[in-house]
């Protein structure tokens, strides 16, 4: 049981590059979130999703892009980096009434 | 709205002190409450989840209870170990089931 994966756990882009941080759980949620922790922070909900086919706008979600085809899969897309995005992104899944399980984290870095 | 509060902010106590850590919310009507732990630069690792029909959930030297009346949660670590320092966070799912956050706790165990 793998639990929540992300990849990749490092990456580095340029100003105006787009990119795709993948995340993936084999644990059959339905609920699916994306946050983002700058240093010495806490986490802000960017976008999450209660199904497939559904998602819905967090409290930063601007410049970001989510879709949610299958249950497992809930891919978070970087229209045109910049360097106030670079952060640690984590993703996590929750079915009802079980707990929330987190991914290990991509660290970007925009240059 | 739900609003989640801990206290205190910070912490630091000597090894092998029996401690205790606040959360309280502002909406009794909760699915569950979730206490994390996250280690500098890491991931969220989920400790103990209580059920809303739960008084408490135990692991090993951390006892978590829930008081739903008084919007309150209590995690207590026993026997205070180095190993033990790190951020614990409380967390509480809303309506449409996205997590909200405490602030946190930042807790140091001084060998």
């Known amino acids: 049981n793998a639990g929540v994966t992300q990849t990749p756990k490092f990456q580095v882009l340029k100003t105006g590059q787009s990119m795709t941080l993948q995340c993936a759980q084999d644990m059959n949620h339905e609920y699916m979130s994306w946050y983002r922790q700058d240093p010495g922070m806490g986490l802000r909900l960017i976008h999450y999703?209660?199904?497939?086919?559904?998602?819905d706008q967090g409290e930063v979600p601007n410049g970001y892009n989510v879709s949610r085809s299958t249950t497992e899969d809930f891919p978070l897309r970087l229209l045109s980096a910049a360097p106030s995005q670079t952060s640690v992104y984590f993703c996590?899944?929750?079915?009802?009434?079980?707990?929330?399980?987190f991914g290990s984290g991509t660290r970007l870095t925009v240059v | 709205k739900q609003e989640v509060t801990q206290i205190p902010a910070a912490l630091s106590v000597p090894e092998g002190e029996n401690l205790v850590l606040n959360c309280s919310f502002t909406?009794?009507?909760?699915?569950?409450l979730q206490w994390f732990r996250q280690d500098p630069g890491k991931g969220l690792t989920s400790l103990l989840l209580i059920q809303s029909s739960q008084r408490e959930q135990t692991s090993g030297r951390l006892n978590a209870s829930l008081d739903k009346s008084s919007g309150r949660s209590t995690l207590y670590i026993a026997a205070s170990q180095p190993g033990d320092s790190a951020t614990y966070l409380c967390?509480?799912?809303?309506?449409?089931?996205?997590?909200?956050f405490g602030s946190g706790t930042r807790l140091l165990v001084r060998p």
């Open positions: 909406d009794s009507a909760i699915y569950n």
């Open positions: 967390a509480l799912p809303d309506s449409s089931y996205k997590l909200i």
């Open positions: 999703s209660v199904g497939a086919g559904i998602t």
């Open positions: 996590a899944s929750s079915g009802r009434n079980y707990g929330y399980t």
